[in-house]
């Protein structure tokens, strides 16, 4: 589909460029037809490309073409308008990801914004994003082994921590790294261990990298083959990213009130009431769950709720009791 033409030589080359970047080689006539110009056009421009500092190859073949290359030092980049205000964005939230590039972020983000038209430059002054929580701080350096450990399939050795402890002595732990994930501002290391032989979830500011890296492995695939949802499924205790204790109950209080606090729950209106179908890793950890609601609760199964409510109650008699002095 033909893109509309530009007036300006530098309208026309930031087309031709966005062009290039999407597509290993284009043919010379293809290019034309898409810029809405002559070859000779094509021609002329892609070597201002190449005076800027972009390596565009002349492809070889029947119908000719170019390719854009990768070069040894990084010519000027020039960017349309929504891809401007996409990277202000993501140069904000970056602060979030726990990546340890806030400092270079913002930098990043002076500089993009000092060449911004005064319109464009209004749209991102106007963004404010904030951090919800953001997670403890991995060294950029750590995050690039470990994605390029990622990339070549090879297996790691590392010493890991917990919190407030060093790292436990003994030889390093082994694992073949699979998926680099963030969640909730943290980083996460999936792989799979072969002295455990099973899949285990790391937390990549807790990891001391040994090196070198181990020997290359053949990659296998995560239980269920969605990384996001196995990820999901170890923090609720389970294999198949359902909570392994799940129960049915009515809150007394209306939907309007308890749907905020619902989450991935099912909550449905029950007149003047709410039915809601909630999960946790354990019955306690269910009961103590519901109990936050501050509200009245019909248990409608199982048993086995109903069995934990009843030992919260007794404990937290227990609790109300005021010891002897």
């Given amino acids: 589909m033909p893109i509309a033409a530009s007036t300006t030589t530098s309208g026309r080359l930031l087309s031709l460029l966005s062009l290039l970047q999407v597509r290993r080689d284009w043919p010379g006539v293809l290019l034309a037809d898409r810029l809405g110009v002559s070859e000779r056009t094509v021609r002329r421009d892609v070597?201002?490309?190449?005076?800027?500092?972009?390596l565009v190859q002349a492809v070889k073949g029947p119908d000719g073409g170019y390719r854009l290359e990768a070069g040894s030092q990084m010519p000027p980049l020039l960017f349309d308008e929504d891809q401007a205000v996409a990277l202000a964005v993501a140069l904000r939230i970056a602060v979030g990801t726990g990546a340890g590039i806030e400092?270079?972020?913002?930098?990043?983000?002076?500089?993009?914004?000092?060449?911004?038209?005064s319109r464009l430059r209004q749209r991102i002054d106007a963004l404010e994003v904030e951090s919800a929580g953001r997670g403890p701080q991995v060294d950029t350096e750590v995050l690039l082994a470990l994605s390029g450990a990622v990339r070549a399939c090879e297996e790691l050795r590392f010493d890991y921590s917990s919190p407030g402890r060093p790292p436990a002595e003994g030889p390093p732990r082994r694992v073949q790294p699979h998926h680099l994930v963030v969640r909730s501002g943290r980083w996460y290391l999936v792989g799979w261990s072969p002295e455990r032989d099973d899949w285990r979830t790391y937390r990549a500011d807790r990891m001391t990298l040994r090196v070198p890296n181990g020997?290359?492995?053949?990659?296998?695939?995560?239980?269920?083959g969605d990384v996001a949802a196995f990820l999901s499924a170890r923090f609720k205790g389970s294999d198949t990213n359902a909570w392994p204790c799940r129960g049915e109950v009515i809150l007394d209080l209306p939907l309007a009130e308890v749907a905020p606090f619902a989450g991935d729950d099912t909550a449905q209106e029950d007149g003047a009431r709410t039915r809601l179908l909630t999960g946790?890793?354990?019955?306690?950890?269910?009961?103590?769950?519901?109990a936050r609601f501050d509200a009245d609760v019909e248990v409608v199964g199982?048993?086995?709720?109903?069995?934990?409510?009843?030992?919260?109650?007794?404990?937290?008699?227990?609790?109300?009791v005021t010891p002897p002095r």
Avoid: H, M, N
């Fill in 215 to 224: 020997p290359r492995f053949q990659p296998r695939e995560v239980p269920g």
């Fill in 103 to 117: 400092e270079a972020a913002a930098r990043a983000l002076a500089t993009v914004r000092q060449v911004l038209p």
């Fill in 302 to 320: 199982p048993a086995a709720l109903r069995e934990a409510f009843a030992d919260l109650s007794r404990r937290a008699a227990r609790a109300s």
């Fill in 280 to 290: 946790a890793w354990s019955w306690a950890a269910l009961a103590a769950k519901l």
């Fill in 47 to 54: 070597d201002r490309l190449r005076e800027l500092g972009y």
